[in-house]
């Protein structure tokens, strides 16, 4: 079957580091995507990869692996903004997206 | 420019009742999908249009959610006979993507739907 799985929440403080991991089981897999959510507003895009390897976007960079159904979005000097769900979504060729549940990171001061 | 806009925003129906969601794409761009957002989870695959076709309808949960989008702009989801299990919100989205050749999907704010 096709499956997103990554952690439900997690908590950091600001100025600090979080990785969010996301492992992927779907057919006619041609890339993955990292959306963030704030509470009641739709999805903006964060990321895209399609090859392997690091793609860095100022504070944010995400990691692609495609043999291990693997990446991570990895989020630098936290700021309190930063605080909302991020969703790790895998595409195929035709562009359908298919959704993890998200990520609900909690920024602290 | 403008980006993806949904209307209405809200929509509260009796149970039974026909709802329309409207979504204005953003200008130009070829494919436009419905996803579906119960409170907590991420959005789920409804359909997709590329232009005036409707090239996937997999996602749409029954026969009582039909989508069309007949001039290959502006699209409408349609819910007859609305039930509890309807509510959540609805995303519709955009991008230039042809196959092959993907671009990045911008969301409309959605229309949060609620069946009473």
């Known amino acids: 079957g096709q499956n997103i799985d990554q952690p439900t929440e997690m908590t950091a403080t600001e100025g600090a580091i979080v990785q969010i991991n996301c492992t992927y089981q779907?057919?006619?897999?041609?890339?993955l995507f990292w959306y963030q959510q704030h509470a009641g507003e739709a999805p903006t895009f964060l990321s895209y990869?399609?090859?392997?390897g690091l793609e860095e976007k100022g504070r944010f960079s995400s990691f692609l692996s495609r043999s291990k159904g693997y990446s991570y979005l990895l989020l630098k000097e936290l700021q309190m903004k930063d605080s909302a769900s991020y969703l790790c979504?895998?595409?195929?060729?035709?562009?359908?997206?298919?959704f993890g549940a998200g990520t609900q990171v909690v920024v602290t001061p | 420019g403008a980006g993806v806009s949904q209307s209405p925003r809200y929509k509260v129906a009796k149970r039974g009742q026909d709802v329309a969601l409207r979504c204005d794409p953003i200008?130009?761009?070829?494919?436009l999908f419905w996803y579906q957002q119960a409170l907590g989870q991420g959005p789920e695959f409804l359909t997709y249009?590329?232009?005036?076709?409707?090239?996937?309808k997999s996602g749409l949960p029954s026969d009582r959610f039909f989508a069309e989008r007949p001039e290959g702009s502006v699209s409408t989801l349609k819910i007859q006979r609305t039930q509890q299990e309807d509510s959540a919100v609805y995303l519709c989205?955009?991008?230039?993507?042809?196959?092959?050749?993907?671009?990045?999907?911008?969301f409309g704010p959605g229309t949060r739907l609620t069946v009473t």
């Open positions: 200008s130009g761009h070829v494919s």
């Open positions: 779907t057919s006619g897999f041609n890339g």
């Open positions: 990869n399609v090859l392997d």
């Open positions: 249009f590329q232009n005036e076709a409707q090239l996937d």
């Open positions: 989205a955009s991008s230039q993507n042809r196959e092959g050749n993907l671009y990045e999907q911008y």
């Open positions: 979504v895998a595409t195929d060729s035709w562009g359908k997206l298919q």
